[in-house]
């Protein structure tokens, strides 16, 4: 963990012993407590690589800095590949990323991505449709509230991988989700 693994796994023999789940929470209190060491962040520099030179890394690079500036709650971005996810993930940012995708096989392969929450949804067709969907997103899954910031990521022309080029910070008003009970 305190190498910046993506993922604590079982191995198969201790995941069908005779105590999985008192493994996992083990697992799981290690995590938060090495988390929440002050000297957690100071170690995960050493893992920083510089950019690559391309507007996809340096919005990544970007999205992190902002973050922390305005005190934004969370990271949402739209990707097709996962290529924008992994790129932001790279960047070990200090607030966890929404990573929103029309793709069933990318949100499940980035389900063990260092700080993402992956979830498969309906593609965007507009800039509008985008802020929109951001915003009911992140209320829905829990990651902001009334007032909050997010930073959202994505590329136009929309639907078309390896094209971001946009990012934009949004406010949570709070009123996002009247009448869009069950829509994703």
Known sequence: VYD???AIMLSAESAAGAWPVESVAMMDAIGVSVEADPEHGDRMHFTVMKPDPTTADA???AAKTIAATVSAVA????TTSGSTARRIARERPSVPLLVLTPSQETARRLGLLWGTHAVHTRDVESFEDM???SKRMALRHGMAKAGDRVIVLAGVPFRT???TNVLHVVRIVGDEL???H???
Do not use: R, T, W
């Not at 990271?75 to 739209?78: E, L, T, V």
């Open 75 to 78: 990271i949402i971005c739209f």
């Open 4 to 6: 910046g693994a993506d």
């Open 178 to 180: 009247k009448g869009h």
């Open 131 to 133: 802020v929109a969907k």
């Open 59 to 61: 919005l990544a690079e």
């Open 182 to 184: 069950s829509q994703v």
């Open 161 to 163: 991988p390896g094209s």
